[in-house]
């Protein structure tokens, strides 16, 4: 079959064209190497591009017209796949980033309204609470002239704003205790993603044993917490909002192992993908003069000289700070790869796509593929200015994703992320202690690799 996409590359007899890679390996090792030069050198293919890790066939799709289509317009064909299914299913099990059909479909409709902007705007202040509460742990750092690590820092704040946003405050056992059993998960499912064939977690290898334990931590505290819920409590959180919730249909409530796994879902994805969008806006801020001189003479004008503690309603006024979280989003997109398996064959842009194929979706790639923008590697937060992207097509840039099964914390997400900024920026300056540009690390999530130490003064 030879078919011609949008923009004239085709499909050649063989197929569709990619790197031929090691006989055996395939790509593995190139893809292993460098994970973002390789994915984002398969744009010299064209619009799909084709390679082997292994004995797995991968189409990577780098136009957003094929993103449409896998997310949104064909998404029935496209699953989650035996491998992020084999990935995170361990932890999270039935919860919504791995749930699928009608068991996805029942746990969406009724976890989305508690995710509607309305309802996230009630954690405003919880969001500014956790900030100062860090500023104030910064203080003797501060003092001493020693640099904070910003990506550890972040780490802990957006897991103390989840664990208080699901739990209020009443997390039963030490606070610490669970946000390290959640820091080993998150490690372990980086971990996992650099060397794919490691043992299950049954097998007991020492980071098994301790990936069970840190489990066990949580789901002993989960199941704890609803437990005392369930003999009555009148808090207003995430949890008690999961647990009021009914089938439209049954009218039943979640039973304790649903909740449990969305509740570890929603730590999990809510978690680490937005301490790294905030790491890398505070670096790219710290790096650029003009926008962060931008930024301080907007929060001026919003807060004031005395600079008080931004709200949800300040929000709308941010713009050039919500223009930042944008564009730190397009250039670090926290979700930097994500991946579905071809139920039956579908057709992409010419290209066909065989029956239980994997096909990868990487927002780093179109978010700086030339096509769709100008000087794509350049910070330039005006290219998020109202009207700024009226002619891109929705597609090149997806940092949640799209069609049904789009993130359902954006809301959240961006409320935390300008609320953070404004807080922190409001009252001290970040510089990085090295000259050197920091380099992303593609894990998980995509992360300053080796940290980021920052010097903090007084704004
Ligand atoms: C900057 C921060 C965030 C980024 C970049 C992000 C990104 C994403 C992306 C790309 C997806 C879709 C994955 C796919 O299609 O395979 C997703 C799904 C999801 N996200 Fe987020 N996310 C962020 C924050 C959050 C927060 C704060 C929460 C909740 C507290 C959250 C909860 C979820 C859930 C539950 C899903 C699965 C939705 C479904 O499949 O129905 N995320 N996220």
Redesign the pocket.
């Known amino acids: 079959m030879s078919a011609t996409t949008s923009r004239g590359r085709r499909s050649t007899p063989e197929g569709t064209p990619g790197p031929r890679g090691n006989p055996v390996l395939g790509s593995m090792r190139d893809f292993q190497r460098d994970k973002l030069g390789f994915i984002r050198g398969l744009t010299r293919y064209g619009d799909v591009a084709r390679y082997r890790t292994a004995h797995l066939t991968w189409y990577q799709i780098n136009h957003p017209e094929g993103i449409r289509r896998v ?1 949104q317009e064909n998404n029935r064909n496209y699953g ?1 796949g035996a491998l ?1 299914l084999g990935f995170f299913k361990p932890v999270v099990g039935e ?5 699928e059909g009608a068991l ?1 479909l029942r ?2 409709r009724l ?1 989305q309204p508690i ?1 509607h902007r309305k309802s996230v705007a009630s954690f405003g202040s919880l969001m500014t609470e956790e900030t100062l509460a860090m500023l104030e742990r910064w203080g003797p750092a501060i003092e001493a002239g020693e640099p904070v690590d910003v990506p550890a820092e972040m780490a802990r704040l ?1 897991l103390d704003i ?1 664990t208080g ?2 739990f209020h405050a009443h997390v039963g056992e030490e606070p610490e205790v669970i946000g390290r059993a959640i820091n080993t998960i998150v490690e372990d499912l980086g971990f996992r993603f650099e060397v794919p064939f490691y043992p299950p977690h049954r097998v007991p290898t020492p980071r098994n044993r301790r990936l069970r334990a840190a489990m066990r931590t949580v789901d002993r505290a989960v199941y704890a917490i609803i437990a005392g819920r369930r003999d009555g409590g009148d808090e207003e959180d ?1 949890l008690a909002l999961l647990m009021g919730t009914r089938d439209e249909e049954t009218g039943e409530a979640m039973g304790d192992r649903q909740l449990r796994d ?1 509740v570890m ?3 999990l ?3 680490e ?2 301490a ?2 905030l790491s890398w806006a505070l670096y790219l801020i710290s790096t650029h003069p003009d926008a962060e001189r931008r930024l301080r003479e907007e929060l001026d004008e919003v807060l004031g000289a005395d600079r008080r503690i931004p709200t949800i309603g300040d929000l709308p006024k941010l713009a050039y700070t919500k223009m930042v979280v944008d564009e730190t ?1 397009r250039l670090y ?3 930097w790869i ?3 398996q071809a139920v039956a064959e579908d057709e992409i842009l010419g290209h066909r796509i065989p029956a239980g194929s994997f096909v990868s ?1 990487s ?1 780093y790639v179109l978010h700086r593929h030339p096509d769709f923008w100008d000087d794509p590697d350049a910070f330039d937060p005006e290219r998020f200015a109202p009207g700024q992207g009226n002619g891109r097509p929705r597609f090149a840039y ?13 809301s ?3 409320v ?2 300008q609320l953070v900024l404004a807080t922190v920026l409001g009252r001290c300056r970040l510089r990085p202690t090295s000259d050197q540009p920091a380099e992303a690390e593609a894990l998980a ?1 995509l992360r300053p690799r080796g940290g980021l130490p920052m010097a903090v003064e007084p704004a």
Do not use: D, Y
């Open positions: 997310l989650k992020t919860g919504l980033i791995t749930s996805w746990q969406r976890i995710f957006t989840v946003a699901l995430l969305e879902t929603l730590f994805a809510g978690h993908t937005t790294n969008a989003l997109p926290p979700a994500t991946n579905r979706l927002p997806f940092p949640f994703g799209g069609g049904p099964r789009q993130c359902i914390g954006q959240m997400a961006l935390e992320a999530t």
